[in-house]
């Protein structure tokens, strides 16, 4: 709000006040507006030349003075001289104060200036106080010490906004690479000639680099800082993605430097980089603010058009950017490049600001009324909205001050709302201070509101990269180590197949499931040791958790925490007493992204040894669903009651074991059998011995057609050696070999498998404990020696199997198998029908007597055919499955592979061990990359941490 108090003891000339939003003008008389160019320069060396007092007015009691920003005045020397003097500030209150006023002003000496003074002082303190709040004016009054009456939002400046917003720094810089993490950012964007560059010199008190076409070619960081004094002022550079500190400049310099490091980044055409240049401005009586300055959007090349919006929507799209569009007031404002794609990214406009420059160049009138209309039409908040006057091409020329300008922009202002009319609404921001201290507070609020999102994405970022970094694994070293890292990979291996193969199944088998998810039966243990429990007792605490001490373990995609809270409180009992503080002790427990946990129960314990005391806490079978839903967790507020607790000194380790009993989780669409190898081979098993009954049913050996073949057969030999009507021996043999034909196959068909059974689990057993991302010439080696061991044991059982079918040519058994086969079904002949098995129902005593003698000599060889291929069958398939198991299980996995395993590895030397264990180059510089971001996310926590415990202190302390 701009205020031309009357000038001299009684008045004479034209007063303005400001009442809520509206501005009315009393008189005709002219103002300072109408001044020539000559009268202008005279009033401003009027103003310079005199005294001025910069004051300090008092705000109103209450709620509304609790938020408001304060009110200055600037006072001639003498109320009766000819000076004129004016008013303006923040006015408002709470989060939707509208923001006006011109305050970057150089400070001067205070001066008090009584309540009972001239008229026209008076007046003045009447005109600031119907600026700042509805109160009466009678209640305000002018302090005699601008210090000792700073209002709340300064004294909240001083003691929180410098640190809140370092932090801020702090985050915005070490968490650029991380997509997923965003801290507040004033984004300042414009089209290209829009005078972006000139309000950021308002802003920064400095200047900075002009010229035609493109200037800003990178992002410019702009960390604006008070100084403490006038000696202290300077300014630091650097390249955002250097770990250099920067390099001190004077302000002069600044310029300079801009443009220098501007060609190292981008080079000295035109490119556009997205490498932000960091610039750090000590200057005293600045206001704390830290801006992005994106290059101006230009419409004349369209390829750099094109690269300067896409850089600009990257950094105007996260929810946590605050966005100043810069739009020069010649302009048809909505049609502003920059507000348009504030409107793709901030439909609502809650995050969007409007700044309208070089308004002393709107020569038509109706300047109120045209951004008054811009507000409506794009429904942006009026607060959020500001005019302001940058310094003219002519003004830099000349090198005017920017104090100067300031005071000029307050003339111009000034004209340009006289100009719209007798009756206009100024429900916007005037000035270049009004921006800032708005910015300051939207800043702040913005940072405050949005910081804990960004600790809780850098906190879940860690452990996501601390996992990731895990499966990377570490180089190995020398090789001593190499040797060691392949031993105990060896061991590790084959003494996990060993169990797979007698069923006793591992934490590493069962900890995963196919899609790398923690699977039921998982047991495994967390540790964390606490080197002095007293002073983690000691430390303050505002709520009833105190600090919190934890231990993590990535288990399957689950993270597990083991939390101890060396205060926990027990809750308030019915006397509301002072409840104790013991130490207490929690398992929590979180999920993989996209993956919903229907049902969890874990029994776990967890045990607390200080010295020789030891404190034990068991919870059997919670169901830890509903606690990874909310956050939550199970576990015990006193494992160590507090009179112990008091009592202990020295370090306390914590050990708990869990136990998951069930899991159910949403289950995917496709899932792998991931048995254990044992499981693997009896279905094979299994599978074998189906196949050999599939070859020919029962119902083949009874039907008319495995008669007629007889028949034949008979018929064939008729007339030959034997007693009459008998049917030659070798019949019966004959018929056999026949139905052999087909084992081979099935058999050569179970070899197979068995065998690409066992080469897949070693393989994927390998694949784990020989890091196969990790070290794949290794991997490849010991993959290599596995297929080539077990191609060699097939190729003998092989001939064991081919061995064994010759057996059976011989058509002989001791086997009572085979007879009592016969006796069953001849008795099940003269059961009655509904009563014998399926394939027998054709046949009975009474059909039989029916047959001639050749025809039920027919039928005998058939049950006997029967009753041998069955017999056959089970001799065939124990055999063929204990040469496998043999051959193919229990040879290579218990006798023959570890040796081998050695032998490929061991007998190289040091040099090519070392090379077989080195990373590929990608992985190296996965895990170069991945340690990097790391770190850098790490300082960020540290730097939360420290502004935690600082806070605390202060907390503390009050």
């Given at each position: 709000s701009l205020v031309d108090a009357n000038k001299g003891t009684g008045g004479g000339k034209d007063q303005l006040q400001v009442i809520g939003t509206t501005r009315k003008k009393k008189t005709n008389a002219s103002s300072a507006s109408s001044k020539t160019k000559r009268e202008r320069d005279n009033y401003l060396k009027n103003i310079n030349n005199n005294n001025t007092t910069l004051q300090q007015v008092e705000l109103p009691t209450g709620n509304a003075a609790a938020s408001a920003t304060p009110a200055f005045t600037f006072a001639a020397p003498n109320a009766g001289t000819s000076s004129g003097s004016f008013a303006f500030g923040n006015t408002g209150t709470g989060t939707s104060t509208s923001s006006f006023g011109l305050l970057s002003v150089p400070p001067v000496t205070p001066r008090t200036v009584s309540a009972s003074s001239s008229p026209a002082s008076s007046k003045q303190a009447t005109t600031i106080a119907s600026s700042s709040s509805s109160s009466s004016s009678n209640n305000n009054t002018i302090p005699t010490d601008r210090s000792s009456s700073a209002t709340a939002f300064e004294s909240l400046t001083k003691e929180h906004i410098r640190p809140l917003i370092e932090l801020n720094d702090q985050i915005n810089a070490l968490t650029s690479k991380e997509n997923a993490i965003n801290a507040t950012r004033i984004v300042v964007a414009g089209d290209q000639s829009h005078g972006k560059t000139s309000l950021l010199e308002a802003l920064s008190g400095v200047d900075l680099p002009r010229g035609e076409g493109i200037q800003t070619r990178v992002p410019l960081i702009l960390q604006l800082r008070s100084a403490t004094s006038g000696n202290d002022e300077h300014a630091t550079i650097k390249i955002g993605s250097s770990v250099f500190n920067g390099e001190r400049i004077s302000l002069d310099e600044i310029a300079g430097k801009v443009r220098e490091y501007t060609n190292k980044i981008a080079g000295d055409g035109k490119e556009i980089v997205d490498d932000p240049i960091e610039l750090k401005i000590y200057r005293t009586d600045q206001d704390d603010l830290t801006l992005v300055d994106l290059p101006g959007i230009t419409r004349t090349d369209r390829r750099l058009q094109d690269m300067i919006q896409n850089m600009c929507q990257k950094y105007m799209k996260p929810e946590e950017s605050i966005l100043l569009n810069v739009v020069t007031a010649m302009v048809d404002i909505p049609t502003s490049a920059s507000l348009m794609l504030s409107r793709e990214v901030d439909a609502a406009g809650e995050r969007t600001l409007l700044c309208v420059t070089k308004?002393?160049?709107?020569?038509?009138?109706?300047?109120?009324?045209?951004?008054?209309?811009?507000?409506?039409?794009?429904?942006?908040?009026?607060?959020?909205?500001?005019?302001?006057?940058?310094?003219?091409?002519?003004?830099?020329?000349?090198?005017?001050?920017?104090?100067?300008?300031?005071?000029?922009?307050?003339?111009?202002?000034?004209?340009?709302?006289?100009?719209?009319?007798?009756?206009?609404?100024?429900?916007?921001?005037?000035?270049?201070?009004?921006?800032?201290?708005?910015?300051?507070?939207?800043q702040y609020e913005q940072i405050a509101q949005t910081l804990p999102k960004a600790r809780t994405a850098i906190y879940e970022q860690i452990d996501k990269l601390e996992s990731r970094l895990d499966k990377l694994g570490t180089p190995v070293g020398d090789?001593?180590?190499?040797?060691?890292?392949?031993?105990?990979?060896?061991?590790?291996?084959?003494?996990?197949?060993?169990?797979?193969?007698?069923?006793?199944?591992?934490?590493s088998s069962l900890d995963l499931d196919a899609d790398g998810i923690l699977s039921e039966g998982a047991s495994f243990g967390l540790s964390?040791?606490?080197?002095?429990?007293?002073?983690?007792?000691?430390?303050?605490?505002?709520?009833?958790?105190?600090?919190?001490?934890?231990?993590?373990?990535?288990?399957?995609?689950?993270?597990?925490?083991?939390?101890v809270y060396p205060q926990r409180s027990e809750k308030k009992g019915e006397d509301d007493a002072e409840p104790p503080r013991n130490v207490g002790c929690f398992l929590r427990i979180y999920a993989p992204s996209e993956t919903e946990v229907k049902s969890m129960v874990v029994t776990f314990s967890v045990v607390a040894l200080a010295g020789i005391k030891c404190f034990l806490y068991d919870i059997s079978e919670k169901d830890f669903s509903g606690q990874i839903k909310e956050g939550g967790g199970w576990g015990t507020r006193s494992l160590i009651k507090e009179s112990a607790a008091n009592a202990i000194a020295g370090p306390v380790k914590f050990e708990a074991s869990v136990f998951v009993e069930k899991l159910v989780v949403e289950q995917k669409e496709e899932e792998v059998d991931a048995a254990l190898l044992c499981a693997q081979l009896n279905t094979l098993q299994d599978e074998f011995v189906s196949s050999l009954d599939t070859l020919y049913s029962n119902h083949y050996f009874f039907s008319s057609a495995f008669r007629k073949k007889l028949g034949h057969e008979v018929s064939g030999c008729r007339g030959g050696i034997g007693l009459p009507g008998a049917i030659a021996p070798h019949v019966p043999v004959n018929i056999l070999k026949d139905l052999r034909q087909k084992l081979p196959d099935v058999v050569e068909t179970y070899r197979d498998r068995v065998k690409e059974a066992c080469v897949e689990k070693v393989d994927s057993l390998v694949d784990h404990h020989f890091e196969s991302k990790l070290y794949p010439k290794l991997n490849e080696l010991i993959s290599n020696k596995c297929t080539i061991l077990f191609d060699q044991q097939e190729d003998k059982l092989a001939d064991h199997h081919d061995l064994?079918?010759?057996?059976?040519?011989?058509?002989?058994?001791?086997?009572?198998?085979?007879?009592?086969?016969?006796?069953?079904?001849?008795?099940?002949?003269?059961?009655?029908?509904e009563d014998r098995p399926a394939y027998l129902k054709q046949l009975s005593d009474y059909k039989i007597k029916l047959m001639s003698n050749e025809d039920q000599r027919l039928v005998d060889m058939q049950i006997e055919i029967f009753a041998y291929w069955k017999l056959m069958k089970k001799r065939l398939a124990d055999y063929i499955i204990m040469s496998t198991c043999s051959e193919l299980v229990n040879k290579p996995i218990n006798i023959m592979l570890k040796p081998a395993l050695l032998e490929a590895t061991m007998s190289r030397g040091d040099k090519e061990l070392v090379k077989l264990l080195s990373a590929d180059a990608t992985i190296v510089q996965k895990r170069a990359e991945l340690a990097a971001r790391l770190e850098r996310l790490c300082k960020a926590r540290t730097s939360l941490e420290e502004y935690d415990e600082k806070m605390q202190l202060c907390w503390f302390a009050e």
């Amino acid at each position: 709000s701009l205020v031309d108090a009357n000038k001299g003891t009684g008045g004479g000339k034209d007063q303005l006040q400001v009442i809520g939003t509206t501005r009315k003008k009393k008189t005709n008389a002219s103002s300072a507006s109408s001044k020539t160019k000559r009268e202008r320069d005279n009033y401003l060396k009027n103003i310079n030349n005199n005294n001025t007092t910069l004051q300090q007015v008092e705000l109103p009691t209450g709620n509304a003075a609790a938020s408001a920003t304060p009110a200055f005045t600037f006072a001639a020397p003498n109320a009766g001289t000819s000076s004129g003097s004016f008013a303006f500030g923040n006015t408002g209150t709470g989060t939707s104060t509208s923001s006006f006023g011109l305050l970057s002003v150089p400070p001067v000496t205070p001066r008090t200036v009584s309540a009972s003074s001239s008229p026209a002082s008076s007046k003045q303190a009447t005109t600031i106080a119907s600026s700042s709040s509805s109160s009466s004016s009678n209640n305000n009054t002018i302090p005699t010490d601008r210090s000792s009456s700073a209002t709340a939002f300064e004294s909240l400046t001083k003691e929180h906004i410098r640190p809140l917003i370092e932090l801020n720094d702090q985050i915005n810089a070490l968490t650029s690479k991380e997509n997923a993490i965003n801290a507040t950012r004033i984004v300042v964007a414009g089209d290209q000639s829009h005078g972006k560059t000139s309000l950021l010199e308002a802003l920064s008190g400095v200047d900075l680099p002009r010229g035609e076409g493109i200037q800003t070619r990178v992002p410019l960081i702009l960390q604006l800082r008070s100084a403490t004094s006038g000696n202290d002022e300077h300014a630091t550079i650097k390249i955002g993605s250097s770990v250099f500190n920067g390099e001190r400049i004077s302000l002069d310099e600044i310029a300079g430097k801009v443009r220098e490091y501007t060609n190292k980044i981008a080079g000295d055409g035109k490119e556009i980089v997205d490498d932000p240049i960091e610039l750090k401005i000590y200057r005293t009586d600045q206001d704390d603010l830290t801006l992005v300055d994106l290059p101006g959007i230009t419409r004349t090349d369209r390829r750099l058009q094109d690269m300067i919006q896409n850089m600009c929507q990257k950094y105007m799209k996260p929810e946590e950017s605050i966005l100043l569009n810069v739009v020069t007031a010649m302009v048809d404002i909505p049609t502003s490049a920059s507000l348009m794609l504030s409107r793709e990214v901030d439909a609502a406009g809650e995050r969007t600001l409007l700044c309208v420059t070089k308004v002393d160049q709107h020569k038509e009138g109706g300047l109120a009324a045209k951004i008054n209309s811009a507000i409506e039409d794009m429904q942006l908040d009026p607060n959020h909205v500001f005019a302001v006057r940058n310094r003219t091409q002519q003004e830099n020329d000349d090198a005017v001050p920017l104090d100067e300008v300031r005071q000029l922009e307050k003339l111009d202002l000034d004209r340009l709302m006289d100009e719209d009319g007798d009756e206009y609404d100024v429900a916007f921001g005037l000035g270049v201070g009004a921006l800032s201290k708005a910015l300051v507070k939207i800043q702040y609020e913005q940072i405050a509101q949005t910081l804990p999102k960004a600790r809780t994405a850098i906190y879940e970022q860690i452990d996501k990269l601390e996992s990731r970094l895990d499966k990377l694994g570490t180089p190995v070293g020398d090789a001593t180590a190499c040797r060691a890292k392949v031993m105990h990979c060896v061991e590790a291996s084959i003494s996990e197949l060993q169990n797979e193969v007698l069923g006793r199944a591992t934490a590493s088998s069962l900890d995963l499931d196919a899609d790398g998810i923690l699977s039921e039966g998982a047991s495994f243990g967390l540790s964390l040791t606490v080197d002095d429990l007293k002073a983690e007792r000691k430390k303050p605490c505002k709520d009833s958790n105190g600090p919190i001490l934890s231990a993590k373990k990535h288990v399957g995609g689950f993270r597990f925490e083991l939390q101890v809270y060396p205060q926990r409180s027990e809750k308030k009992g019915e006397d509301d007493a002072e409840p104790p503080r013991n130490v207490g002790c929690f398992l929590r427990i979180y999920a993989p992204s996209e993956t919903e946990v229907k049902s969890m129960v874990v029994t776990f314990s967890v045990v607390a040894l200080a010295g020789i005391k030891c404190f034990l806490y068991d919870i059997s079978e919670k169901d830890f669903s509903g606690q990874i839903k909310e956050g939550g967790g199970w576990g015990t507020r006193s494992l160590i009651k507090e009179s112990a607790a008091n009592a202990i000194a020295g370090p306390v380790k914590f050990e708990a074991s869990v136990f998951v009993e069930k899991l159910v989780v949403e289950q995917k669409e496709e899932e792998v059998d991931a048995a254990l190898l044992c499981a693997q081979l009896n279905t094979l098993q299994d599978e074998f011995v189906s196949s050999l009954d599939t070859l020919y049913s029962n119902h083949y050996f009874f039907s008319s057609a495995f008669r007629k073949k007889l028949g034949h057969e008979v018929s064939g030999c008729r007339g030959g050696i034997g007693l009459p009507g008998a049917i030659a021996p070798h019949v019966p043999v004959n018929i056999l070999k026949d139905l052999r034909q087909k084992l081979p196959d099935v058999v050569e068909t179970y070899r197979d498998r068995v065998k690409e059974a066992c080469v897949e689990k070693v393989d994927s057993l390998v694949d784990h404990h020989f890091e196969s991302k990790l070290y794949p010439k290794l991997n490849e080696l010991i993959s290599n020696k596995c297929t080539i061991l077990f191609d060699q044991q097939e190729d003998k059982l092989a001939d064991h199997h081919d061995l064994i079918l010759e057996w059976e040519e011989s058509v002989c058994s001791s086997n009572h198998y085979f007879m009592d086969t016969v006796q069953s079904i001849r008795s099940s002949l003269s059961d009655e029908e509904e009563d014998r098995p399926a394939y027998l129902k054709q046949l009975s005593d009474y059909k039989i007597k029916l047959m001639s003698n050749e025809d039920q000599r027919l039928v005998d060889m058939q049950i006997e055919i029967f009753a041998y291929w069955k017999l056959m069958k089970k001799r065939l398939a124990d055999y063929i499955i204990m040469s496998t198991c043999s051959e193919l299980v229990n040879k290579p996995i218990n006798i023959m592979l570890k040796p081998a395993l050695l032998e490929a590895t061991m007998s190289r030397g040091d040099k090519e061990l070392v090379k077989l264990l080195s990373a590929d180059a990608t992985i190296v510089q996965k895990r170069a990359e991945l340690a990097a971001r790391l770190e850098r996310l790490c300082k960020a926590r540290t730097s939360l941490e420290e502004y935690d415990e600082k806070m605390q202190l202060c907390w503390f302390a009050e």
